[in-house]
């Protein structure tokens, strides 16, 4: 483990000394990260077994009937996903409690950045745009849609997009309140490039997924599949060029 700790470092910060401070911040995530993989494949394979045999979740639509089980369990199945991150964010940072109690040097930056710097200018954009679109798409598709089918869809779409929006708030307030975990310069870089990937974890495109299923599960011979799978296609197309090295810059936090 502490070898491929070694083996990331060099690969995403190049020249930055493999302290054991740093060392043994990777190994913990990394193992952290090992357990939300295990936790998210359990939970997501408990929910579609339980879809699979429930009669109720048979994802059968009509021309005036949406599937709103199906967007319901998609919902699910992404708030698992949050709380997944979140659950490895609390692992990770009683982990990192403990070492704050035994240093005697630390090192920290004179002033706090925001949400738009730890997340950097790309992803904070992507993610305005994705959840305030997915918050626009719900409320004109619960509005104005022709099918009570579709209205009540796009309420079902609207509710868990702002379950998403609060997850990330709470998630986002524990990264950028975390006090630095560093002892010199070297260190505080990580500390940088850590907390960015907690906001990110927990800033995912989470309503475009769901988008997905809202599109198929409209009513028989809706257009309203368009409007949701353009919507949930330029979301993932946002996040993920947001991601690349070179679309964002990690910027200090306290």
């Given amino acids: 483990m502490e070898e491929r700790a070694r083996r990331w470092l060099s690969r995403r910060m190049p020249g930055i000394e493999p302290t ?16 939300e993989l295990i936790t998210v494949f359990v939970c997501t394979a408990g929910l579609v077994a339980w879809v699979a045999v ?3 979740f048979d994802g059968d639509t009509t021309p005036q009937n949406a599937d709103l089980n199906g967007l ?46 730890v997340l950097g200018p790309a992803s904070f954009n992507a993610a305005v745009a994705a959840y305030g679109g997915g918050l626009a798409l719900g409320a004109i598709t619960a509005l104005l849609a022709p099918k009570a089918g579709d209205r009540m869809l796009g309420l079902a779409f609207l509710i868990g997009v702002v379950v998403f929006i609060g997850l990330a708030v709470l998630n986002l307030a524990v990264v950028l309140r975390r006090p630095a975990l560093a ?35 409209t009513t028989d011979g809706s257009w309203l599949i368009w409007p ?27």
């Fill in 72 to 117: 319901g369990w998609s919902i699910a199945v992404n708030a698992v996903l949050v709380l997944t991150a979140s659950i490895g964010l609390w692992h990770r940072h009683r982990a990192e409690d403990a070492r704050l109690a035994g240093m005697t040097v630390r090192t920290a930056h004179p002033s706090a950045a925001d949400v738009r710097q």
């Fill in 54 to 56: 429930d009669p109720r």
């Fill in 20 to 35: 054991p401070l740093v060392i043994a911040r990777l190994v913990t995530r990394m193992r952290g990260a090992r357990a």
């Fill in 183 to 217: 002892e010199d310069a070297d260190s505080l870089r990580v500390d940088d490039v850590l907390r960015s990937v907690d906001a990110r974890s927990v800033v995912g495109p989470y309503p475009a997924i769901a988008a997905v299923v809202a599109g198929v599960s």
């Fill in 228 to 254: 949701f799978l353009c919507y949930a296609a330029v979301g993932f197309f946002g996040w993920a060029f947001a991601q690349r090295p070179a679309a964002c810059r990690v910027v200090a936090v306290q």
